[in-house]
């Protein structure tokens, strides 16, 4: 087959995106291949249609637990035998995957960076036959990147143990720096680079500074109609905003990691189908959400790097439509920012303090742990040892990205179950125990033969409903069943986790310095100075500031975002008077240039102030330069 008959028989697409047929097509080939797809991109396409085409498995690392849920399911729902493997999941469960991913019953296999360092995997990688390694938030290998993580840095040590085959790094958002070392630390061999613009024409990009935000968010999404987000940095600011909308007529919920899953996928789906009009989230949201017809999104706080700004307003006008992407500020929120940053961050003994008391609440041993997750009330953590709930945050952030621990506050593990026993044991079980007879013909029956071999994720209501027997005796079953070794059953859990991805440490042999410690500060500043930044833009153009600091070359002014308009604005505004002391200017220095001083001087009836305005805006509007010498020259005289 070939790839374009791949992605009809099994997406039901047409034609591939731009850059998706040249990508598939050097991994076909054999080549590496580095690729920056900005939001919306489709990314995945590019490595799931080879891995249909290529003969054994192809594994792919990303760092994104729920997005690696989302494109499972997907992927099981197009016919396409897919897993994954998570950090938080069980010995026994990673057995199981791995074993038929080894047999050729996966063909793509997600795994958390963590996990490919593990002896397990290693083991069951030396056994199978890998034709593709795909590597997602390909900028976490970078410091440099906005969401470092060191097991990153190990992948490459993945052709120790398994033949050489094509590699593909993607990435939404990486600056030159980024790519640079995403090539080097991957050892990419001679990659093909593919990299999309990071223009969204249809895109108009806004900053308001306000005194009241929610007036003015009020205000805009009744002159935007239509879908929209809104983005808040905190879990109590989504629920304050949704309902200050619900009040003055515009239908909203909230939606945040801390609600429980059942709570979110609802919200979620009335925001996409849409019976609500705006969700209000933190950035937990959309991230895999494909809904097209986003007509707005609003930052309601300052955005914590650029790179996620980016992500989330491109979550507008997916179908080419007009959209837009507004920031809210107060008059003082980019200092404030730079304060509570400063502030918040922790230095090396409160990291040890934190590592140290969550070693102690759950009363683990050194050298233990690894892998083991455990749910967690973090306020109750934080009031039993008397920690601040945003700086002990901030340090379990920290840990994440030094690969000793992970946070999932969006935890949702549904109940699994597999049948631990063969199937005559298993009918002699139920035979011998008629109380179980209803439950397991019901599970056969829903779940079929594959019961036997793979863990698979059920649903006790349904269940209870197919059998009409209450969910609380379903549960009782199963659970006396597992007991019995008959069954693997874990029920389904929806508190917040950390996940110990080491051996618990020692407090005093934690890889952390003081000075890595301070290298790390000074990058997130600097992420944080890009921002407000670009919030604090006073002349220039939006959309080109994003494509800058992502390295694209060449680019132009959008003629969309605030400051284009403005620009506009005053160049139609303009007196005659205005008009006439620009053309003598530019009249003049078309022939020799000239400094400002000597224009005053050859300019009749004309007050200095008067030029000086006028010379400002011509530079601002890329019309005059000032060159090495200080004089005055023209850009390009063939556009006036």
Known sequence: MTPEEILRKYWGYSEFRPKQRDIIGSLLNGKDVLALLPTGGGKSICYQVPALLMPGLTVVISPLIA???????????????????????????????LDNAVHGAIKILYVSPERVHTKLFIERMKRAE???????????????????RPSYLQIKDIFEYIDRCPVIAVTATATTKVREEISELLELKSPDIYMGSFARTNLSLSVRTVEDKERKLEEILKKIPGSGIVYANSRKQTAVIARYLYTHNITANYYHAGLKNDDRNVRQDDWLNNRIRII??????????????????????LPGVLEGYYQEAGRAGRDGKNSFGVLLLYPNETRQSLERFEAMFPDLPYIKKVYQAIANFYKLAIGSAEFESYDIDLTRFCDTYSLDVIKTFKVLELLSEHGLMELNAAFHTPSKVKFEVSHEEMYKFMIANSAFEKLLKTILRMY??????????????????????PVSEIHSLLLKMSEQNYIYYVPKNDNPKITFLTPRLDVE????????????KEIEKGKIKAV?????????????????????????????CDLCLEKKKL??????????????????LSTESKTTDQLVELINFVDKKSIEIIVRQLIDWEKIRIDHSGRLTIVNFDNH
């Open 67 to 97: 997005l690696m849920k989302d494109q499972v399911e997907t992927l099981k729902r197009l016919g396409i035998p897919a897993a994954s493997v998570q950090s938080s999941m069980s010995g026994r469960e990673v057995d199981v995957i």
């Open 130 to 148: 890998v034709s593709m390694i795909a590597v997602d938030e390909a900028h976490c290998i970078s410091q440099w990147g906005h969401d470092f």
């Open 280 to 301: 209000s989230a933190t950035n937990a949201f959309g991230m895999g959400i494909d809904k097209p017809d986003v007509r707005v999104v609003i930052h309601y706080d």
């Open 448 to 469: 079929g033969g594959e019961i036997y071999t793979q863990v698979i994720v059920i649903d006790e209501f349904k269940i209870a409903q197919a059998a009409a027997v």
């Open 509 to 520: 042999k934690l890889p952390i310095t003081k000075k890595m410690l301070e290298n790390q």
């Open 532 to 560: 407000i930044d670009y919030a604090e833009m006073k002349q220039g153009c939006r959309m080109q500031y994003l494509q800058e600091y992502f390295g694209e070359k060449d680019t132009e002014p959008c003629g969309r």
């Open 571 to 588: 160049e139609k505004s303009r007196s005659e008077e205005e008009q006439s002391l620009e053309n003598e200017i530019l009249d003049i």
